[in-house]
């Protein structure tokens, strides 16, 4: 298994992203977890992990402005960066 952070699992993540970005602008909407469409109903559910991983400080900030430059409204309040001291 390939841990978190790696090449590996970077590749995944900006496939994903390009898949949601695809389908937003085929659609012009954003994906639906309640559609019938399994593969649609896996990519709502992506975005919807990876919004909660930004709302617990999870990902790079990169990645969440990433996702915001694609999803409208991924993050409306954003936290702050959290000091490391």
């Not at 699992?9 to 977890?33: A, E, K, M, N, Q």
């Not at 109903?41 to 969440?64: E, F």
């Given at each position: 298994?390939?841990?978190?952070?790696?090449?590996?699992?970077?590749?995944?993540w900006?496939?994903?992203?390009?898949?949601l970005?695809?389908f937003?602008?085929?659609?012009?909407?954003?994906?639906?977890?309640?559609?019938?469409?399994?593969?649609?109903?896996?990519?709502?559910?992506?975005?919807?992990?990876?919004?909660?991983?930004?709302?617990?400080?999870?990902p790079?900030?990169?990645?969440?402005?990433?996702?915001?430059?694609?999803?409208?409204?991924?993050?409306?309040?954003r936290?702050?960066?959290?000091?490391?001291?």
């Amino acid at each position: 298994m390939t841990p978190l952070g790696t090449d590996s699992s970077d590749s995944l993540w900006h496939s994903r992203l390009l898949d949601l970005t695809l389908f937003i602008s085929h659609h012009r909407r954003v994906p639906s977890g309640l559609s019938e469409d399994p593969a649609e109903r896996r990519l709502s559910r992506w975005v919807d992990i990876r919004r909660r991983h930004a709302i617990h400080g999870t990902p790079s900030l990169v990645k969440v402005d990433s996702m915001e430059a694609v999803v409208p409204d991924f993050l409306i309040h954003r936290a702050p960066p959290q000091d490391p001291r």
